[in-house]
């Protein structure tokens, strides 16, 4: 909330300071577009800022503005959506976690001639809404990915670790890894409080000792899940600092990057290529930008980009 | 002990109380009576402390005073027990009995209370002014409300108080808890103590009351002591006087 | 039986503690009952505070997001100016009492209820901390402190942990005993325990009879705040990271453990061991679920139903027994 008013406030001063400079509105608007940029991102989530950091460079890039915005409760999410529409945004770019409760406010956009982007999550859905192309990925096949790459190093009953009660697209991660290893267990933690996550691992682990594995979906989860100490191994969705620390030291085997900044990144600039000059990428389908895998072998390349936020 | 002389109360631009004078003295109940709205709380207000007056001069013990605080009253043996919030429902008879004035031993951070001696202390008190409690650790809420407006009397009187204020210690009772009240009163009286007995009831009033001062919008109507006034009379200017008179005859039925 | 508002909550404990040795194998070992006391003492030490602020009449819904306040406060300055971490505890503990302070001082000065006014600095702070942390950090959780100077005997203090035997003690379990001790004896045997009875049950009654009602309520919300920046402490120390939207949500868990315990929502009634044994209820159903092997979704479920619970227990303890 404090975020959209903040945004709110910034805009109005952008366009303020617009206006002020030349003397007349009209020139600016048609030199740069302005992009909407919607998520239904939970303020505070590492990850999020990195989808941030790539379209906002990517607005640096190809000189448009980028409106941010975004709400975890899917309705406030629409209705983001629909302000988007009626301050006559030149294109939208949002993630789709919720496509019914989004579908009447994409199918506006699109209906005002507005085109619209998907990123993040909705691959299934997008082109039914209407969006003209998707970033992100797929998260079962990336869950499956995982389930293999833990399969083949022996695990034979992981633990996926959901942070998040209810989000699809944390239960679909821990479906695909269930279709590699049949073994697959879930358990429910409560993402925002650490030595809660931990406790609660540490529970799970002292009743069944047979976990081999613990796939967390978020890059603190894994953090607080080496807290846990235990013998079974860690992978996890994601990727921060200290993950990529880890990983370098040995205490986490692999991240899977879903690459966040190339989502935002990618989002903003197709819609900037699509306006500027009719392109359609992804010849129709989904474009993937993951799984990607971090592991020790390729973990000293990919460290200075995550130092800098971008991965 | 305590003498008012032309005090008045003003918030802002109301005048609640004017020109006030009273008189407490040791071993003396002086009645103070009015209809609601008289000032009769006002007046609680500046002798507790809990309202400085604006006006007029306040002499206690011939020393000229501003009570600023309900600790100040305290400090200086005012002691006001008030219709409603005399008591903690929740807490023990004898937490209550010693609440603002614990018996505490030890330094800080180890200062401690003296439960033991507090709770003999209480229970002794009380049985002094014969008030009957069966367990000095029940909840005082449990109690009846004349039992609990004793309690506050005793309390009162147990910690030295010199004058004590009640404010409608009656109000609320039935006739024989209002008489158990009213002897407790008589009790505190007897002890040396001046009370100032704050009510809207002339008969009980006249029951226990040495002298009179009768409050109507603010202001004195009547001063009296005992022998100049009777019963009849003090009802009378209670209700209205003349005005009484006149809604008497309003609301004769026509012959 | 109206003096003892413990005692719906203890009989629910032990209901349910035999009830989880029942049904779960796990559960059944010393690591395992550890693990539960580390998870209740995370609780339990601010709920020590919630609790004691709920007899003297008051609620604290900013409690939760302070703790992570603390740490980022800590950290960031810290890792922004390069200075040992002492100094950045010290300036966290300053920046959580002045919250406190700033809490209190607005419900007594203002008249509004501390449910709103500390539903205001909740928002604020949970601002503030992604704010901030996004500003000196560029991302939104704090950097890693591990590797300044004074971990190691912060880390001592608020975070250590030894062995006995096969058993891992985590320091905030003891910690966690202490402070309900402190707060039993203040609460039932000195002054300041009579008078947060007092303007907890009754504040005016209280202010006349000559307690200091703003000094005794100022007192409580700065109790809160010290053993929040104390949790906050040992979540940095413990994780080197925190995550700057985390701890919401928790600010009702407190409330919850001292409900739970047998404190009365309205003040004026409730004791330490209730509140005690309120968070170790939490800590036992949490774990509890999950050593039963059963699917932890329905943990909110159970929690909302042990709340509804106590509070009917409470109410018919108290009617039987008047």
Request: contains cysteine; neutral net charge.
């Amino acid at each position: 909330m404090r975020r959209r008013v903040l945004a709110a406030g910034v805009a109005t001063l952008l366009l303020i300071s617009a206006c002020s400079e030349g003397g007349r509105a009209e020139p600016q608007q048609a030199t740069g577009y302005t992009i909407a940029f919607v998520t239904h991102e939970t303020p505070g989530d590492t990850f999020w800022n990195i989808v941030r950091s790539g379209a906002q460079q990517a607005a640096e890039d190809v000189d448009v503005q980028v409106r941010f915005s975004n709400d975890p409760d899917a309705t406030r999410q629409a209705v983001l959506i629909q302000q988007a529409v009626d301050a006559k945004v030149q294109g939208i770019a949002t993630t789709l976690v919720t496509p019914d409760a989004l579908a009447g406010s994409v199918r506006a956009a699109t209906a005002a001639g507005i085109p619209v982007v998907g990123l993040n999550a909705g691959i299934e859905r997008y082109r039914d809404l209407g969006a003209l192309m998707y970033f992100g990925s797929d998260e079962t096949v990336a869950g499956t990915s995982v389930g293999e790459r833990i399969a083949a190093s022996g695990a034979k009953h992981p633990l996926c670790v959901i942070h998040q009660a209810g989000s699809v697209a944390l239960e679909a991660r821990c479906a695909g890894v269930k279709s590699a290893v049949p073994g697959t267990e879930n358990l429910q933690v409560n993402g925002a409080d650490d030595a809660a996550v931990t406790s609660t691992l540490q529970a799970k682990l002292a009743q069944d000792r047979t976990i081999d594995y613990v796939v967390t979906l978020g890059a603190p989860i894994a953090l607080d899940a080496i807290q846990a100490g235990s013998t079974a191994k860690i992978a996890t969705f994601d990727l921060n600092k200290e993950t990529a620390d880890r990983i370098k030291d040995g205490k986490i085997e692999f991240a899977i990057d879903q690459q966040p900044y190339a989502q935002g990144y990618m989002a903003v600039t197709s819609l900037y290529l699509y306006l500027k000059n009719g392109n359609d990428l992804g010849g129709g389908k989904a474009v993937l930008t993951g799984p990607s895998f971090v592991d020790k072998s390729n973990i000293d390349t990919i460290l200075p980009y995550v130092e800098k936020n971008t991965r | 002990m305590i003498r008012l002389s032309g005090v008045g109360l003003s918030y802002g631009p109301i005048r609640a109380l004017h020109d006030i004078d009273l008189q407490v003295n040791a071993g003396e109940v002086t009645c103070v009576l009015g209809d609601n709205g008289a000032g009769k709380s006002t007046l609680i207000k500046i002798m507790s402390g809990l309202h400085p007056h604006t006006a007029g001069r306040f002499h206690i013990d011939d020393r000229e005073t501003v009570l600023r605080s309900p600790r100040d009253a305290l400090d200086l043996g005012i002691a006001t027990v008030y219709q409603d919030l005399a008591v903690v429902p929740l807490m023990p008879v004898w937490r209550n009995f010693f609440l603002g004035s614990e018996l505490t031993t030890g330094r800080f951070p180890l200062r401690r209370l003296r439960i033991r001696e507090m709770r003999g202390t209480a229970e002794t008190a009380l049985n002094d002014m014969g008030i009957a409690v069966a367990d000095i650790d029940q909840p005082i809420g449990t109690l009846s409300g004349g039992q609990r407006q004793s309690v506050a009397i005793a309390r009162a009187v147990h910690f030295g108080a010199r004058v004590l204020i009640l404010d409608e210690p009656t109000a609320a009772l039935g006739v024989h808890q209002s008489g158990v009240v009213l002897r407790y009163i008589a009790a505190a009286r007897d002890r040396g103590l001046g009370v100032v007995l704050v009510t809207h009831n002339p008969h009980h009033a006249h029951l226990v009351g040495d002298h009179f001062v009768v409050l109507k919008l603010g202001a004195t109507v009547l001063d009296a002591r005992r022998g100049a006034v009777t019963l009849d009379q003090l009802t009378a200017q209670m209700s209205g006087g003349d005005e009484l008179t006149e809604l008497a005859r309003e609301l004769r039925r026509p012959a | 039986m109206t003096r003892r508002p413990e005692i719906g909550a203890l009989a629910a404990a032990g209901v349910i503690f035999v009830f989880f040795l029942a049904v779960a194998p796990a559960f059944r070992s010393l690591e395992s009952f550890f693990t539960v006391l580390y998870q209740s003492s995370t609780i339990g030490i601010v709920a020590v505070g919630v609790g004691m602020l709920m007899i003297g009449g008051e609620f604290d819904l900013s409690a939760g997001v302070l703790v992570t306040s603390a740490g980022l406060v800590n950290s960031m300055f810290c890792w922004y100016l390069g200075v040992d971490l002492w100094a950045g505890a010290a300036l966290s503990l300053l920046f959580c009492l002045a919250v406190g302070f700033l809490n209190g001082w607005l419900v007594m000065r203002t008249g509004i209820p501390s449910f709103l006014i500390t539903l205001g600095t909740f928002f604020i702070l949970q601002g503030a901390n992604l704010g901030v942390t996004k500003l000196v950090t560029g991302a939104v959780a704090s950097p890693d402190v591990s590797a300044i100077d004074g971990f190691h005997s912060l880390g001592l203090i608020f975070s250590s942990s030894f062995e006995v035997g096969p058993v891992t003690v985590w320091g905030t379990v003891l910690w966690w005993i202490l402070f309900v001790l402190i707060s039993g004896w203040i609460l039932q045997r000195t002054r300041g325990g009579n008078w947060i009875h007092a303007v907890g049950g009754a504040a005016d009654s209280a202010r006349a009879a000559g307690v200091p009602v703003v000094r005794t309520k100022i007192g409580l919300f700065l109790a809160v705040s010290f053993l929040a920046w104390f949790v906050g402490m040992h979540n940095l120390y413990r994780f080197n990271t925190l995550q700057a939207g985390g701890g919401v949500g928790n600010e009702f868990l407190y409330i919850i453990a001292a409900v739970v315990g047998g404190t009365l929502l309205t003040g004026g009634f409730g004791n330490a061991t209730g509140i005690a044994i309120g968070a170790f209820l939490f800590g036992m159903t949490s774990l509890g679920i999950v050593y039963a092997g059963w699917d932890p979704n329905w943990f909110r479920a159970f929690l909302g139903v042990m709340l509804l619970a106590a509070v009917m227990v409470n109410l018919y303890l108290r009617r039987v027994f008047r």
